[in-house]
């Protein structure tokens, strides 16, 4: 028997009109007139989207069928004047923005996170609640389904209710309709799915078994049982994109179609190696900000914007581990994780912002400096997930070295969870530096303070020496190197120390470095270069025409800004970007060997 619940909701999506058709019904609104708001943002991206805007229609009507007043009070929030009778809030939301944080809808599939659809009811938030999922009408859709991690009252991948614990339950599940594959796996006894949607010609059984393996490894870091009774992998194939949404028992991927393993295929490609860092990504989250929670997320205030200093915590710490994992599991070898730690060595290094701005206000101003850039953002701001990493990377290596192998990061993680993630205590300001001196016995706080809340450098290559690892800074052989696992010398050539424009055949800049002879010739973000010393550059020859000079070179630049022809006069340098790279030392201590075979779990 199904019962009924104070909220239920009804979804169906309209695919030519690129439209998701939503019903609300409310069984006992507020006498005194029901409230309701649409969330301005949605957990895990901190960004205000402004969702109501999407909401192209909207009425109310009672159980007799009378029309309800409604008025809107602010730019996502209304209210109905007083009715006893139950409402039926009826409404149309256009739907197409291709993101995992969005909702998309054409006639190849349907995608939606709970967020973007579902209007929260003033009063009714933490009460149990329903949504009915339609088909679309027209019958060349029959063979859609449903894929999504909420529970179902139907058989698997059918229409029908879904039941949500509440209102944060209900908008936790994406959910993808379509004719999609779907293939799956177990681990830590918990069934996993991967609902793939999108032309492909990858090797789904390989993507399973290397899946498995790590979501296994995390299952066992934080120790068993898994918190979930159920994942779900929402993968979308795109021609161009990359990024992933976290959520309590799902995430929601997109990459490039060739991301996936060929067939036949042997080791980890350049690009499959990214799609599996992505997946371990979001998989980490299930416990790491989904679960283990800052303060100011308890309960999230979809509204308005919920500052915290702690994201460098939840991205940047699960920024370290997702690689990590791919080592740990063998996935990759220990020279390939050194080369991606190499990589994001060389991205923090590159960004001129680290002098600005720390850490903590990084997290801080994640809404508006870190998902709202622009031009100048590399030389105002580090990004908390690269630089994040780092300091997880250098607080688990200081840790290592200062309790000789003792305690580890792996240790603070799995306290954590036990302390803030299976209570549900959620986690102030400190409370993480507090634990790292409770587990160890050993005062960081002066680590924190350089890492956290100054714009110092940290002192990687002495913690990787610790263990018998060397660490170079070379200059880059192009403004698109970001360094290797190996160092070699190679003939230093001039660079300009910006950055182009992606997806055009002009040699228009994007941005110019701080501090940069580019700068200090005048040239801007947006300025398009037509000539060198008189002689026309395409995109395609701009970096080797720039290579043919010498170091301490005065070269002639031509430019458009705007619809002005501008010339610039450029002495050319080199060693302002420098890449890293990382390789072991011979002849490694016994101490050396142990500490670092412990870390990578060989």
Not at 236 to 256: D, F, P, V
Not at 333 to 360: H, N, W
Request: charged share 20%; aromatic share 10%; proline share 4%.
């Amino acid at each position: 028997m199904v019962t009924l619940t104070q909220i239920s909701y009804q979804v169906q999506p309209l695919p030519e009109k690129h439209l998701f058709k939503v019903k609300c019904v409310v069984l006992n609104p507020d006498p005194e007139g029901q409230k309701f708001s649409l969330p301005a943002w949605i957990p895990g991206s901190y960004l205000i989207r402004d969702f109501a805007k999407h909401i192209v229609s909207l009425e109310v009507v009672s159980q007799s069928g009378t029309s309800v007043a409604v008025q809107m009070v602010d730019k996502n929030t209304w209210i109905c004047v007083p009715t006893a009778e139950f409402l039926t809030i009826s409404y149309e939301v256009y739907s197409f923005d291709l993101i995992p944080r969005g909702a998309h809808v054409d006639n190849t599939h349907a995608f939606f996170n709970g967020s973007r659809l579902f209007l929260q009811i003033a009063g009714f938030e933490q009460l149990p609640c329903s949504v009915e999922i339609l088909p679309p009408a027209e019958e060349k859709y029959s063979h859609w389904r449903v894929g999504t991690s909420m529970k179902g009252l139907t058989d698997s991948y059918g229409y029908g209710r879904y039941e949500a614990e509440n209102y944060e339950d209900l908008i936790d599940h994406p959910v993808e309709i379509g004719d999609f594959q779907a293939i799956g796996f177990e681990a830590g006894g918990v069934p996993h799915e991967i609902i793939i949607t999108g032309k492909h010609s990858g090797d789904l059984d390989r993507l399973c078994q290397d899946l498995r393996l790590i979501c296994e490894h995390h299952i066992q870091f934080f120790k068993m049982p898994a918190p979930m009774e159920k994942y779900v992998f929402l993968l979308t194939l795109l021609g161009e994109g990359y990024g992933g949404l976290e959520h309590r028992s799902a995430s929601a991927i997109h990459c490039k179609r060739d991301c996936l393993p060929k067939k036949n295929e042997n080791g980890v490609s350049d690009a499959y190696c990214s799609l599996l860092g992505l997946l371990s990504h979001e998989y980490f989250h299930a416990w790491n900000v989904k679960r283990i929670k800052p303060a100011a997320f308890a309960p999230y205030n979809l509204n308005v914007e919920n500052y915290t200093r702690q994201l460098w915590i939840f991205e940047g710490i699960t920024s370290y581990y997702d690689e990590l994992a791919l080592v740990r599991t063998g996935l990759i070898s220990k020279e390939k994780y050194l080369q991606l730690l190499a990589e994001t060595i060389t991205r923090v290094y590159a960004t001129p912002g680290r002098f600005k701005q720390t850490l903590e206000q990084a997290s801080f101003e994640a809404w508006t400096k870190f998902y709202k850039p622009d031009e100048n953002s590399p030389n105002a701001t580090i990004s908390y997930y690269t630089k994040g990493a780092l300091v997880a990377l250098a607080l688990d290596l200081s840790l290592r070295h200062e309790s000789r192998n003792q305690y580890t990061l792996d240790d603070v993680m799995r306290a954590l969870w036990v302390k803030y993630g299976i209570t549900e205590q959620r986690l102030g300001e400190h409370d993480f530096e507090r634990l790292v001196v409770e587990i160890t016995g050993h005062n960081f706080k002066a680590f924190f303070d350089d890492a956290l809340r100054s714009t110092k450098d940290l002192s990687l290559s002495s913690l990787f020496e610790k263990i018998g690892i060397a660490l170079e800074f070379l200059p880059a052989a192009s403004m698109e190197d970001l360094g290797n696992c190996k160092s070699s010398a190679s003939p230093i050539k001039p660079l300009l120390e910006v950055r182009l424009k992606p997806a055009t055949t002009e040699v228009q800049l994007a941005y110019v470095f701080a501090g940069s002879s580019a700068e200090a010739a005048g040239l801007a973000p947006n300025d398009v270069i037509v000539a060198v010393n008189g002689v026309r550059v395409d995109r395609a020859r701009f970096e080797a025409v720039i290579a043919n000079f010498s170091v301490g070179d005065e070269v002639i630049i031509h430019a458009f800004r705007r619809d002005e022809l501008m010339t610039f006069t450029v002495v050319l340098q080199s060693g302002w970007l420098q890449v890293c790279t990382l390789h072991l030392t011979d002849n490694l201590s016994e101490t050396q060997q142990k500490i670092f075979n412990d870390w990578l779990k060989s």
